[in-house]
């Protein structure tokens, strides 16, 4: 039965970003290499509040996905289902190794 884990994702591309590593000022996405610290990706960033920040930050920060220096910010987090094999049982059915493998395959379901 599949778990729940506490991921953080890029906002540019949504790759899942290790919640063990410390978002710092110099922190990037492994993947695109775009800024972490930056109000994108903060738990505080809202569309809908002042200066699309729930605290009381004193002006806007105009550029939303670079990093910026804001004291409050905290890395947004969310729990999502984990949807990838433990490693367990192995009794499941067996990927295919590259796409030619998985086309093959479905040819030859209809093969008489």
């Known amino acids: 039965m ?5 991921v953080l994702r890029c906002s540019l ?12 000022f110099e922190s990037q996405c492994p993947k695109c290499k775009a800024d972490l610290h930056a109000c994108k990706n903060c738990r505080h ?4 509040a002042q200066f699309e920040c729930t605290q009381p930050i004193p002006e806007r920060i105009t550029k939303k996905d670079l990093r910026n ?3 409050f910010f905290m890395a ?4 999502e289902r984990e ?5 367990g049982g192995g ?3 067996v990927s295919p190794a590259n796409p030619s493998d998985a086309r093959s395959a479905f040819d030859n379901l209809f093969k008489k």
């Open 91 to 93: 009794n499941g059915p």
């Open 76 to 79: 947004r987090t969310s729990i």
């Open 13 to 24: 591309c949504g790759t899942i970003v290790p919640t063990s590593v410390e978002i710092t």
């Open 83 to 87: 949807t990838r094999d433990s490693g």
């Open 2 to 6: 599949p778990g729940f884990q506490e």
């Open 69 to 71: 220096h804001c004291e």
């Open 45 to 48: 960033f809202d569309t809908g």
